[in-house]
Antibody, heavy 123, light 107 residues
Framework: EVQLVESGGGLAQPGRSLRLSCAAS????????MHWVRHSPGKGLEWVSSISWNSRSILYADSVKGRFTITRDNAKNALYLQMDSLRAEDTAFYHC????????????????WGQGTLVTVSS | QSVLTQPPSASGTPGQRVTISCSGS????????VNWYQHLPGMAPKLLIYTNNNRPSGVSDRFSGSKSDTSASLAISGLQSADEAEYYC????????FGGGTKLTVL
């Protein structure tokens, strides 16, 4: 069974950092692109960042560009999101999701998704 | 504001057929595929429809998708109380993009 489990969320003050992790199992992690998507009540789903299977192609939403860094460790079947200079508007549940392709393709889709980890940015 | 526009809410009674629209442009829906996701409170979002009109295994055939030009639609037939959730269209506009979401209420 394909499984994605996020961790690393918590409470952080504005301007501080958090590092999220996503542990993958049940599939050949190194063969697929991966994504981070966040959800906060009243704001809906917001795509955050994507990374290709070999880390050579990476995309960020404008709202996090320059502050967040997506990485992956295929040997550890793990996806990461380093979140720096956090803002109140970054408060959300963060989900990792598996793509159906190796590369960041326009015709890909997110399946499955992890349950998410809650990030709260507040002083 | 997302480049994919969905109505914020929709509703229907049990057994009814409901459609949710997703409007975009030639830069996104008009040029690429549309996917649909269901998000139940407290749960992980779930893929409902991929590449415009395909259902993953395990998804009920009560759910169907369509696309025409720069718009897409999700139809839910035989509405059930368990269908009460938020529904999101998603596509590509230089990067992945989601619609604003539609909250479906089963009356």
């Amino acid at each position: 069974e394909v499984q994605l489990v996020e961790s690393g969320g918590g409470l952080a003050q504005p301007g501080r950092s958090l590092r999220l992790s996503c542990a993958a199992s049940g599939f050949s992690f190194h063969d697929y692109a991966m994504h981070w998507v966040r959800h906060s009540p009243g704001k809906g789903l917001e795509w955050v960042s994507s990374i290709s299977w070999n880390s050579r192609s990476i995309l960020y939403a404008d709202s996090v560009k320059g502050r967040f860094t997506i990485t992956r460790d295929n040997a550890k079947n793990a996806l990461y999101l380093q979140m720096d200079s956090l803002r109140a508007e970054d408060t959300a549940f963060y989900h990792c999701a598996k793509d159906d392709y190796r590369f960041l393709e326009p015709w890909g889709w997110f399946d499955p998704w992890g349950q998410g980890t809650l990030v709260t940015v507040s002083s | 504001q997302s480049v994919l526009t969905q109505p914020p809410s929709a509703s229907g009674t049990p057994g009814q057929r409901v459609t949710i629209s997703c409007s975009g442009s030639s830069f996104n829906i008009g040029g690429f595929a549309v996917n649909w996701y269901q998000h139940l409170p407290g749960m992980a979002p779930k893929l409902l429809i991929y590449t415009n009109n395909n259902r993953p295994s395990g998804v009920s055939d009560r759910f169907s998708g369509s696309k025409s030009d720069t718009s897409a639609s999700l139809a839910i037939s035989g509405l059930q109380s368990a269908d009460e959730a938020e529904y999101y269209c998603a596509g590509w506009d230089g990067s992945p993009v989601f619609g604003g979401g539609t909250k479906l209420t089963v009356l």
